[in-house]
């Protein structure tokens, strides 16, 4: 084994930076000596998740397309440009062995620098439809990790190792019983409990739909766990007052945890979430995010509603319709079973290792040359 240092970059969201780390974990397993470097985007949430999982990190100012407000994106160019030329000093004073991108702004800069030195890298494409940068670095990459088999009209198909996502091992390895795991949020193990989540930055229409049938819950003696996020956090503890049955919080850091307190859950569809919804094997009823790059997060949600592993609402549905369908699945105990029993079949909990030791492989091999 060779003296290796790999740059990890990419971020943005709690999808992108929590399988990141656990690559960086299974690397480390593999190749304790490896040293290891995250680059991500200044602001964003991996600047804070990172070091607390013990790695350095290294911040670009830069951003992504915003398809919400087109003069949003005037200064994006000279971001770019400026990314470039942080991103030249990084990788010249680091010097990496291979540099890995698992998505988010940050990714495409250094893995496009890295390619232009000739650098080896290496890309995880945690969704059923690849993005746009990933599709274009991955000509040059040297292998694509991809979630799902099919790729092959994204990326050369010879590059393609299919893996799966990488789930944080905390969550694999999730050992709280539900009464346990209740107790740690103050709910009853006698009722039902529905865990609502949107993603690391919550999301508005799962969380307005919620506010607005609130009291549905406790007429149906149904309990709730609410993540929030940042911006949804002030109101969600406002209207949850007085509610014994519900549980706010803006982030939840132990996850295994909520998994293991929930009967049902409803969720956005990004990749990480449905990675760690099938393996815990939870009922679950998916409200994909309509923005998302191609609209992955519908293709993402509709893999699964296709195999009779969940339940889908769009967004523009959700305000009506979410909270009538988590009521009626919770009567359905049948139903709740398939779901569970279909979901379970696609679970993957070895991932990280898989990628890690293919990407250490085809290192070693260019080192031995």
Request: charged share 20%.
């Amino acid at each position: 084994m060779h003296d290796i240092k790999i740059i990890i970059a990419g971020g943005g969201t709690g999808g992108h930076i929590f399988p990141a780390i656990a690559i960086a974990n299974a690397i480390k397993k593999f190749a304790p000596a490896t040293q290891i470097l995250f680059v991500g985007a200044r602001g964003k949430m991996e600047m804070e998740k990172v070091p607390q999982a013990g790695y350095e990190i290294r911040g670009l100012d830069i951003a992504g397309f915003n398809r919400s407000s087109l003069i949003k994106n005037i200064g994006l160019p000279f971001k770019l440009i400026k990314s470039f030329f942080q991103v030249s000093g990084i990788i010249k004073n680091f010097k990496p062995t291979a540099v890995i991108g698992v998505g988010g702004y940050s990714s495409f800069p250094v893995l496009r620098f890295a390619q232009s030195k000739g650098i080896p890298t290496f890309i995880h494409e945690s969704n059923s439809f690849a993005g746009k940068s990933n599709i274009m670095l991955g000509k040059k990459a040297r292998k694509v990790f991809t979630a799902t088999g099919g790729m092959d009209k994204f990326f050369p198909l010879e590059k393609i190792i299919v893996t799966g996502n990488p789930v944080r091992q905390a969550i694999v390895n999730g050992k709280l019983n539900r009464a346990d795991a209740l107790q740690k949020f103050g709910l009853s193990a006698g009722k039902t409990t529905v865990l609502s989540m949107g993603g690391s930055l919550g999301a508005k229409t799962i969380n307005e739909a919620i506010d607005r049938n609130l009291e549905q819950f406790e007429q149906h003696d149904l309990q709730l766990i609410w993540q929030t996020g940042k911006p949804y956090k002030e109101r969600g503890l406002e209207r949850a007052k007085g509610h014994s049955n519900v549980f706010v919080n803006d982030f939840i850091t132990n996850m295994e945890d909520a998994y293991a307190a929930a009967d049902l859950v409803i969720s956005r569809s990004g990749a990480m979430a449905i990675a760690e919804l099938c393996v815990v094997k939870k009922p679950v009823l998916f409200v994909p995010y309509p923005f998302a790059a191609e609209d992955h997060q519908t293709e993402n949600a509709k893999t699964l509603v296709n195999k009779h592993a969940a339940k889908m609402i769009t967004d523009a549905d959700a305000l009506q319709l979410l909270v009538p369908a988590i009521l009626e699945l919770a009567k359905k105990e049948t139903e709740q079973n398939e779901l569970i029993g279909n979901i379970g079949k696609l679970a993957v909990t070895n991932a990280d290792e898989v990628i890690a030791s293919a990407i250490l492989k085809e290192i070693n091999e260019v080192l031995s040359r």
